[in-house]
Nanobody, 129 residues
Framework: QVQLVESGGGLVQAGGSLRLSCAAAGRTFGNYRMGWFRQAPGKEREFVAAISWSGSVTYYADSVKGRFTIARDNAKNTMNLQMISLKPEDTAVYYC??????????????????????WGQGTQVTVSA
């Protein structure tokens, strides 16, 4: 089992940057694939980015491609999401998620919230115009 805690959210102006972190407690963090999702008020939770257990494979939603970068450090049990060129439409609560499901492969699986077993409590990101 993995416990996840996000940090790094805040208020930033459009065009600015933020770096979200997800700290994981658990002995087998390196065996889990990880992802970031977000949920804006009145909207459904949506996929943002995901990374394989080794960090060698990453996936991004089209809306953030080229602006967000996902990375992980298995030695430190952490995953990060570097966000640049932020837009007001990036405003949401951002959640990190994890799953040990080794059968999941490809964007069609990594991007599905239901394929993740563990979730953090979320961190608010607000981008002002």
């Amino acid at each position: 089992q993995v416990q996840l805690v996000e940090s790094g959210g805040g208020l930033v102006q459009a065009g600015g940057s933020l770096r979200l972190s997800c700290a994981a407690a658990g002995r087998t963090f390196g065996n889990y694939r990880m992802g970031w999702f977000r949920q804006a008020p009145g909207k459904e939770r949506e996929f943002v980015a995901a990374i394989s257990w080794s960090g060698s494979v990453t996936y991004y939603a089209d809306s953030v491609k080229g602006r967000f970068t996902i990375a992980r450090d298995n030695a430190k049990n952490t995953m990060n999401l570097q966000m640049i060129s932020l837009k007001p439409e990036d405003t949401a609560v951002y959640y990190c998620a994890a799953s040990p499901d080794s059968l999941c492969s490809g964007y069609g699986c990594y991007s599905v919230a239901e394929r993740y077993d563990y979730w953090g409590q979320g961190t608010q990101v607000t981008v002002s115009a």
